[in-house]
């Protein structure tokens, strides 16, 4: 007797029932392996559609609700349910440079345009917008939704880098979009930390990999000041 008082106290969870099972139409549904599944869903939507998403059972569902819904009712009825917050990265890539004072327009459009050459070469590109003053220069590169799927924007992406690279005497200059970390440069002398994550079931393997991987960076370019292949996701030592 206590455990059904305790049931009845808790509530039954009748609105999540649905008011009727539907079937996808026959042109919407894809190609079935099994029939007889298919099959036994067809006659339990039926039976359902039947009993308790019948018209009169509805109308008694609406009145018995209130009185086993118990406290579960008020809570879904009246709590608002959100969503865990993360880190949205847009699918676009921004060019920023903050120029120093006296730099004509002039000048700052013929260094923006040179960004945009370089993402306007790539058929991902679906348009680019820039927006250019005395004092700075913004540039926003949008993809194609096709090329969302294939590597190119990340390409594009570094390439913008590489320009930024060669860029020298601007108050700031950073290109970021697609990825967390980006390049960010004051006065053209300094570059943020890149992290890669690498996953696996052996420690010794993937600390053999990073290590090649570290060796191989360091011998691409002198830019690469140091590696370290021993940390944790935050940069701290592992």
Same mark, same amino acid.
């Given at each position: ?48 559609? #039947?009993? $308790? ?8 569902? *609406?009145?018995? &609700? !209130?009185? =086993?819904?118990?406290?579960? /009712? ?62 700075? #220069?913004? $540039? ?8 969302? *799927?294939?590597? &190119? !924007?990340? =390409?594009?992406?570094?390439? /913008? ?74 940069? *701290?030592?592992?």
């Amino acid at each position: 007797l206590t455990l059904l008082v305790l049931f009845l106290a808790v509530g039954i969870p009748l609105w999540v029932l649905p008011d009727e099972w539907k079937l996808p139409d026959e042109d919407e549904q894809e190609t079935i392996e099994n029939e007889t599944w298919h099959l036994a869903q067809a006659r339990l939507a039926r039976l359902y559609n #039947a009993t $308790l998403g019948h018209e009169r059972v509805q109308e008694v569902r *609406r009145l018995v &609700e !209130p009185l =086993l819904g118990g406290v579960l /009712l008020p809570f879904f009825q009246k709590t608002t349910f959100g969503r865990r917050w993360h880190f949205e990265v847009r699918p676009e890539v921004y060019v920023y440079m903050a120029f120093p004072p006296g730099t004509p327009v002039g000048r700052a459009d013929t260094l923006m345009r040179r960004f945009e050459a370089v993402a306007l070469a790539s058929p991902s590109v679906a348009r680019t917008v820039a927006q250019i003053t005395e004092q700075v #220069a913004y $540039l926003r590169v949008r993809f194609t939704e096709a090329s969302l *799927r294939t590597i &190119e !924007p990340y =390409l594009v992406r570094e390439r /913008l880098i590489q320009q930024a690279v060669q860029l020298a005497g601007l108050r700031y200059l950073s290109v970021s979009g697609l990825l967390e970390q980006g390049y960010y440069s004051g006065s053209g002398v300094s570059i943020s930390e890149f992290r890669i994550a690498a996953y696996g079931p052996s420690y010794e393997d993937l600390e053999a990999l990073c290590e090649r991987l570290a060796q191989r960076l360091k011998a691409a370019t002198p830019r690469v000041a140091a590696v370290n292949y021993n940390v944790d996701r935050y940069g *701290r030592p592992d």
